[in-house]
């Protein structure tokens, strides 16, 4: 089983104005929130058999994923 999850496993390492991702002028959990959905509609679901995720966040990244499920719970795996 560990093989067929590697095979689907995507990470996302850095939320806009963190790290080497783009900077930009505005930033809130609504934006970042669009930015992880077109990154999961991109690299994610197009490539996958999968039309679901399981996200997991932790600190900040757990209020993008909680954003996100407010905005999309369609494509979550719960």
């Known amino acids: 089983m560990g093989g067929k999850v590697a095979a689907e496993f995507s990470l996302q ?5 963190h790290g080497e991702s783009p900077h930009t002028s505005e930033c809130s959990y609504q934006l ?12 994610v679901l197009s490539r996958s058999r999968f039309k679901t995720v399981f996200l997991l966040g932790h600190s900040m990244g ?11 719970a369609e494509v979550l795996f719960f």
């Open 13 to 17: 390492d850095a939320e806009r104005n």
């Open 32 to 43: 970042m929130a669009a930015d992880l959905r077109e990154f999961i509609q991109k690299e």
């Open 62 to 72: 757990g209020k993008v994923a909680a954003e996100f499920s407010l905005q999309d």
